[in-house]
């Protein structure tokens, strides 16, 4: 599957999802979102939790909004399609305790 994050064009975080939901080649369940939850850490969500994807935030099905300069990473059936910059979110936790 091609990366979403690659140089020749950048695709928002919106795009991609939009992308896995209404493709009819791609199941919105298999899509897993990490984002970083204050002050827990990060948290994870799947496709089948979000009900609505807006410019600035991610609406799940429990009535919760995920800001989407929150969300670190985007896998697809286990394969990260999409990362912010090129740190894995362990590196990033990392950082954040310094």
């Known amino acids: 599957m091609k990366r ?3 140089r020749s064009k950048k695709f928002s975080i ?3 999802l939009n992308k896995f ?3 009819p080649d791609f ?3 298999l899509v897993e979102v990490t984002y970083i939850h204050r002050p ?3 948290s994870k969500v799947n496709g ?3 009900i609505d994807i807006g410019h600035k935030f991610i609406y799940l099905v429990s009535g919760n909004a ?10 697809y059936a286990g394969e990260v399609v999409w990362r912010r910059g090129n ?3 362990e590196e990033q936790a990392e950082k954040g305790d310094e």
Do not use: A, M, Q
């Open 4 to 6: 979403y994050n690659g």
């Open 14 to 16: 919106r795009d991609i």
């Open 21 to 23: 939901k209404w493709h």
């Open 27 to 29: 199941d919105f369940n």
């Open 40 to 42: 827990e850490g990060f």
């Open 48 to 50: 089948g939790e979000i």
């Open 66 to 75: 995920i800001p989407v300069h929150r969300i670190v990473e985007i896998k």
């Open 87 to 89: 740190e894995s979110c």
